[in-house]
Each structure stands twice: as C-alpha cells, then as structure tokens.
C-alpha cells in the first residue's frame, strides 16, 4: 500500500473481500516476487500483495485511482504468474480500503503480454521521452527526470489567472510537478549532509525525540499517588487499538461508540488521469 492504515477495521474489511473469492483452504502466497525477463535479458519485478489460485490481489489506501486503475501493474504481476504456472487468464483485484471499494477485471496472457510489451518497448526505445504523471514520486529518477522540469519558464509561473478554473487546474497540474522535484531535491540534501557531506549555506538542526513511557508502568506508579481524576486528565484513548482489543474479546459493539467525538471530515486533492498525457 501507498500509505499507513490508520483503523484496523478497513484491514477487515480488506480480509472480507478477499474471503469472499479465496476459499479458507486456499494455499495463499503473501508478498510474493514477480518477475518477468524482457528481451535484453533485464528482469523487471515487484511484490504482489497476495496471490491464491486465480486471483491476484493489490490492497491500495487513499483515494480511488479512475479508470484504468492499476491495470498496468496487475497486468505486470499477472503476466509473471500465468507464465510461471501456464495459466491462460487470472482475476485481478485492487482492494481501496479507505474508500471500501473493490475493483476487479479478468485479464488472459495475450492482454497482459500486450500490456507490458508495450510499456517494455516505450522504455528501452532510446528515442522515447519520459511523460510526467501521477506515479513520479514513486520514480527513482525523479530527481534527475526532465519531464518534471523541463520546459518551465518563470513566466509560466506568473500568468495564471487563478479565478478561472481551467488556468487553475493547470496551474495545479505545474505545481504537483515540481513539487515532486522539490521533494527529491530536498532528500539528496539530506542525505548528503547526513552522510557527512557540505552544502553551503544548509546544516541539520537536531530535534529533540519524541518522549513516552509506558502506560502500565505509569500507571503502575503514579495511579495510587494521583488518584484516578488527576492521572485520566493526563491520558488520552487510542480508539483504533481499543476498538481492536475489545472486539477480541466482546462479541457486541463497543458501548462507547456514541460518546466519541469526530472531527470535521477534511478533504485531498486527488488527481485525475484525464491530467496524464494519452
């Protein structure tokens, strides 16, 4: 996944899905490494999330990709999995967890191979240049990847009229680009001066860690002395372990669900594929 799961009860709901087409005496392989030799002789691999029979599944968190999704990459841990065990096709299925979405395709060798032949040949063509898109900051060349920078003037920069909502939207599009870049910029600097090196005019700050301790000791030696009142003010619940821990335990709700108190919902850009060169 792109990003840490913050409540354990979307990874059920994730299990619940995969339940539905994964049998409990299904042989299930957990992360494994699929690779495919293109025809220089270069392997190209990833980790699939889970793969059991006829199914491969990817869990993603954050925002639903639109159509196509992540067909490219399924078709790239499908092709590697029909070749080694001579399927003809496989299910494919992206788990969104945050938004509790499942998509799934069926995709044979023949669409696969098509999939992934033509993005093998865009890479290893010496005249292709590289298009950015919303998987840069993935990219180990970001740093370095002209697609990101190129072609940008300062003036680029000026002439937007924001009020208006297509100039918006491609300022917005300009703005994603270089912020990728500005993140690899900044990570090179830090790991240069963390490796010891100069850079003039920058130096690391130290920050103090993070201080805890740990409740049961705490509590241990404090709740007597404080009394209940004054050591609860200092405390505060983690909902999503408590919730986990009660449901091991209790069959019925948590019977304190109606006194917890939500924030107001916030919002994230998420960008569109129509914003991606064909």
């Known amino acids: ?49 889970l ?54 395709y069926k995709v044979t060798i023949e669409e696969a191979r098509e999939t992934v032949d033509s993005i093998v040949s865009a ?35 000026t002439n937007f009229d924001l009020t208006k909502p297509q100039q918006l939207s491609e300022a917005l599009v300009l703005a994603k680009r270089l912020k990728v870049w500005c ?14 090196g100069d850079l003039k005019g920058w130096r690391f700050q130290k920050r103090s860690g993070r201080e805890s301790v740990d409740p049961k000791a705490a509590h241990s030696e404090l709740y007597s002395r404080m009394g209940s009142d004054k050591f609860m003010e200092a405390c505060s619940v983690n909902l999503t372990k408590l919730r986990r821990i009660w449901s091991e335990f209790y069959q019925e709700d948590l019977p304190i669900e109606d006194l917890i108190k939500r924030s107001k919902d916030t919002f994230a850009l998420v960008e569109d594929k129509t914003n991606e060169p064909k």
Not at 18 to 46: C, H, N, Q, W
Not at 183 to 196: D, F, P, Q, R, Y
């Open 123 to 157: 890479h290893l063509d010496p005249d292709s240049e590289p298009v950015a898109c919303s998987f840069c900051k993935w990219c180990k060349h970001n740093l370095t990847c002209p697609a990101l920078v190129d072609g940008i003037e300062e003036e680029d920069m």
């Open 51 to 104: 793969i059991a029979g006829e199914h491969i599944v990817d869990l993603k968190s954050g925002g639903i990709a639109p159509e196509p999704g992540y067909r490219a990459q399924l078709s790239g841990y499908a092709l590697a999995y029909m070749e080694d065990t001579f399927r003809d096709y496989v299910w494919c299925h992206e788990l969104y967890i945050d938004a509790k979405y499942h998509r799934y």
């Open 1 to 49: 996944m792109e990003n840490s799961v913050s409540d354990y009860r979307l990874i059920d709901w994730g299990i619940e899905q995969v339940s539905k087409f994964v049998p409990d005496d299904a042989l299930v392989d957990v992360e494994p490494r699929m690779e495919i030799t293109t025809g220089e002789g270069k392997g190209i691999y990833g980790y699939a999330d």
């Open 183 to 196: 993140e690899a910029v900044e990570k090179a600097a830090k790991t240069h001066l963390n490796n010891g």
